[in-house]
């Protein structure tokens, strides 16, 4: 794709968004023909957000990681256990809605939040180093946690998921520092445009991806569609506030940035755990979860840049 094409995709990546979920949900045939490459596409969302991200910062992070412990504690600890109980106590959505929500609460970051937090200037190794901590930990915290509050059991190994999951995160990681070593600072700098039009591309290539299959129970279940896509909006506001609130004594920019990552969840990996006994409103919710995550952009990215960030 020429760099000018790339360039304005990064400048108006907000509108490449919601053309990409209007595609996801309207057009069964491209997702048919982009779903089977969505494990690619991840790997290379998180390779060209490792290489856009300078070292330097990852590096501080990884050596005072009191931000990034103190953002996955919340996320895969209190996030359940308080608002998941609390949403069991008092929420007034009946029992086979509540499921997708409370998995919601005890999910890791979305694989794109370190995307996002590019293109929208804040802090995007904090997200790489959180994105990385807590996939890591997910399956060792997760199943407990999930008996605690659902009573459920999954339906796949520690080790496997472990698996899965490191070798996500590890080879997507590694992947993008050789890149940002054979390209070089120079380089990266004279293409930083061209490679976040990439990623915005990346991106919309997965919503459309991550829709494969799920357009005939949507065409059945309309209205149930429109519901989970509301909760989902609903849940991804609620805890991107909530979360910034909490963490705004750490600064606006790890405030901005802990509410990305704690109001996107990779809500996929409810349908690696529970396997065939995934509800229908649970496998729905894991798609129609990313209309939040490609609509609120829209509002999100204006209002990052009045408050003085922009994508580096």
Known sequence: MPKFLLTQLSRHATLAFVIGI???????????????????LIFSMLTLSVLRVKTSALG?????????????????????????????????VRSELMAPLLFYTAMPPLTAVPALALLFGIDAALAIIVLMGASLLTPLILPPMMLIVLGVEIDISIGELFLRLATLVFGSFIAGLSLRKLIG?????KHAPSLDGIIVLVMVLIVIAVFDGTHATLA???KLGVTLAALAVGAAIFFQTVSALIFLPLGLKTALTAGMLS???NLALVLAMLGDTATLEIALFVAVGQVPVYLLPMVQRPVARKLGFNSS
């Open 220 to 222: 059945a279940n309309p």
């Open 60 to 92: 501080q992070h990884a050596r005072r990681p009191g931000k990034a412990v103190a953002v996955i504690v919340w996320m895969l600890v209190f996030s359940p256990l308080v608002i998941g109980l609390t949403l069991l106590a008092i929420a007034p």
């Open 185 to 189: 600072e120079e380089g990266l700098a």
């Open 22 to 40: 209007g595609v996801a949900i309207l057009s069964p045939m491209a997702s048919e023909f982009v779903g089977p490459v969505l494990p690619v």
């Open 263 to 265: 109001g996107n969840r």
